[in-house]
């Protein structure tokens, strides 16, 4: 896919780890890791604003994209 | 819901299995009476039974999958793409029996055309009971891939 999630460096800023991300952002521990692996295959708006809310972010901060 | 597809379940086996002991006991007879009618015909009497037994092997296995499908709809599992597959199977056992009975249906308009039409035609109405089944199973087959194809986006959708 051409579009990652980094999210290792934001989490590792705000000292959270995956379930605790999940638990703050309203989804589930498995639906988190999902897309931290890179498994998801697409991610809602709301879900992507809720992340950048908690982990304090842009979008282009955690969303790379890079060209095939 | 569920126990409407139970119900479903336990009719169809019920139905296999019937037709299953009415086609071993009653068919050599009624061909025999067949026969008793048509003394020319007598000869045909053995690759007729064996051809109708051989055929319902195709649709004993069909009802085989119609239960694993209605398994999978109990256990949640009925838009998946095994389920797709089932009917696929079910498709795939519809085209040979239309097959066999088409070649059974030239075969019998040859030989047994004057004496009784009617049975003749009887091979072209499971041919075309069978072509119904292909048709719909492949619908399915099709509906269902596509169902499950957006199921499973939705489950990746974070």
């Known amino acids: 896919m051409a579009i990652t999630v980094k999210l290792d460096d934001m989490m590792a800023k705000k000292g959270l780890n995956c379930n605790e991300l999940a638990q703050l952002v309203g989804v589930s521990a498995p639906s988190m890791s999902l897309l931290k692996t890179g498994r998801a295959r697409a991610i809602r708006f709301t879900t992507l604003n809720k992340i950048c809310e908690v982990l304090e972010c842009t979008p282009e901060d955690i969303l790379i994209y890079t060209k095939d | ?158």
């Open chain 2, 1 to 158: 819901m569920s126990k409407y597809i139970r119900l479903f379940k336990w009719f169809s086996l019920i139905l296999a299995a019937s037709t299953m002991v009415l086609s071993v006991l009653f068919l050599p007879y009624f061909l025999e009476s067949l026969a008793w009618r048509f003394p020319e015909y007598e000869f045909l009497i053995d690759p007729a039974m064996y051809f109708i037994w051989a055929t319902s092997i195709g649709f004993y296995y069909i009802v085989l999958l119609l239960i694993n499908i209605c398994s999978n709809a109990q256990s949640g599992k009925g838009f998946t793409i095994s389920t797709a597959k089932l009917f696929d199977r079910i498709a795939v056992v519809a085209l040979v029996e239309i097959v066999a009975y088409m070649i059974g249906f030239v075969i019998a308009s040859i030989w047994i055309m004057k004496a009784n039409p009617y049975l003749v035609f009887l091979f072209f109405i499971v041919a075309f009971f069978c072509f119904m089944i292909f048709g719909v199973c492949k619908v399915m087959k099709h509906l269902l891939r596509r169902v499950a194809d957006i199921k499973e986006d939705n489950e990746y959708t974070i």
